[in-house]
Every structure is written in structure tokens, then in C-alpha cells.
């Protein structure tokens, strides 16, 4: 099984400040990785698939890069709307898992 | 607008059956993969199992392997996940996700069924 890795568990950080998140897979995924937020009591979302890829009506702000086995998503000027856990999840075969999640807090 | 709308979420003993159903609408159904999604209290998101189109593959998390079957009604734009010999740690709240056609990520979300497995 394929087990992702993901970094901080937790961080905190100021509006307009440039956040980086990473994911790291214990194999090769070939960019078959996204990124989902989720707000408290609200259903995930998605932001970013293969690797790269806006999801259509997500912000600008937020990119993501990577390939092979590391991945990292980046919000170039955090918003406080961006307050939220983040998780990164690969779709590269089965079983499908989801990093462990990092949780953003604003200051 | 694509929607996913679960019910059949509640409150079961150990060891017993619960089955999950999952309402589509918005767009073609039997064009997608589907799978279940489920999230423990104050814990992080974990895939359940998954369906392709015509509901000829399956696939599970190893944890519920022999206990939850995974199945889909195309006629009727519904999925459903029967789950029996139900422990503590199934414990979550149940999302149904839609499966973009390209790369493979969920691109939609229902807003999720409580289960809760306690005496």
C-alpha cells in the first residue's frame, strides 16, 4: 500500500503570508495526487488534481507542484477565509489514502 | 447542478447492519466511478471502498473487506454501501464522492450520514 506522508500536522500563519504545505508518497504516483480543504462541519473539497491542476472556481492563490513521490501546495498570500485542514490524497491505484492532514490556523 | 444527498446514517449496536444509500442527481451517473469516504470524530479522511461504472469492480479498504459491500443502481442514480458486523471504529460520519473522469479525484461531495456504533 502506498502511504502518504504529509507535513506540518499544524501551522499557524498571518494574512498575506505564503504557506507551503508538502505531501510526500512512499512510492511513485505519477502526479495522481490532489488536494482537498475542509472547513469544520462542512464536506471537503477539492482544490488542486494531478498535481498541478486548478479545480475550476478555486483561487488563484493556491498551486500546486511536484511529482514522483513529493508534492506541495502552496497559498501565495493566505486569505482568512483559508482557515481550514488541509489533506492530500493519491489516485495512483487502490487502496486510495489520504495524508494525514494539516491543520491552518490565522494568527 | 450535481448533487449528492446520503441517508440511512444512525445509531447500531456492535455487530450490527446498517445500510447507507447515496441519491444522485445533476449529472450522468453511470458515467463515473463512485466510492465512500469516511471521516472519524476529530480524525482525518479515509477512503472506504469504490465502484466503477457498470458496478463490475469493487474495492475496499482492508478493514472492512468481508463486512461492507459496495453497490450501485444505474436505472436509479444510487449508490449504497451495506455494512454489517459493525465495530466502534466504524465510527464516522459517510460521505458519497463522485470520481472525476480525468485524473481521477473527487470532484463532488454529499454532505455526509452519521454512523455510530455503540452499545
Known amino acids: 500500500d502506498i502511504q502518504m506522508t504529509q507535513s506540518p500536522s499544524s501551522l499557524s500563519a498571518s494574512v498575506g503570508d505564503r504557506v507551503i504545505i508538502t505531501c510526500r508518497a512512499s512510492?511513485?504516483?505519477?502526479?495522481?495526487l490532489s488536494w482537498y480543504q475542509q472547513k469544520p462541519e462542512k464536506a471537503p473539497k477539492v482544490l488542486i488534481y494531478?498535481?498541478?491542476n486548478l479545480q475550476s472556481g478555486v483561487p488563484s492563490r493556491f498551486s500546486g507542484s511536484g511529482s514522483g513521490t513529493d508534492y506541495t501546495l502552496i497559498i501565495s498570500s493566505l486569505q482568512p477565509e483559508d482557515s481550514a485542514t488541509y489533506y492530500c490524497q493519491h489516485s495512483y491505484g487502490f487502496p486510495r489514502t489520504f495524508g494525514q492532514g494539516t491543520k491552518l490556523e490565522i494568527k | 447542478e450535481v448533487q449528492l444527498v446520503e441517508s440511512g446514517g444512525g445509531l447500531v449496536q456492535p455487530g450490527g447492519s446498517l445500510r447507507l444509500s447515496c441519491a444522485a442527481s445533476?449529472?450522468?451517473?453511470?458515467?463515473?466511478?463512485m466510492s465512500w469516504v469516511r471521516q472519524a470524530p476529530g480524525k482525518g479522511l479515509a477512503w472506504v471502498a469504490s465502484?466503477?461504472?457498470?458496478?463490475?469492480?469493487?474495492y475496499y479498504v482492508d478493514s472492512v473487506k468481508g463486512r461492507f459491500t459496495i453497490s450501485r443502481d444505474n436505472a436509479k442514480n444510487s449508490l449504497s454501501l451495506q455494512m454489517s458486523s459493525l465495530r466502534a471504529e466504524d465510527t464516522a460520519v459517510y460521505y458519497c464522492?463522485?470520481?472525476?473522469?480525468?485524473?481521477?479525484?473527487?470532484?463532488?461531495w454529499g454532505q455526509g450520514t452519521p454512523v455510530t456504533v455503540s452499545s
Open positions: 494531478g498535481a498541478t
Open positions: 464522492v463522485r470520481l472525476s473522469s480525468s485524473w481521477r479525484y473527487y470532484d463532488y
Open positions: 465502484i466503477n461504472q457498470p458496478g463490475s469492480e469493487t
Open positions: 512510492q511513485s504516483i505519477s502526479s495522481y
Open positions: 445533476g449529472f450522468f451517473f453511470s458515467d463515473h466511478w
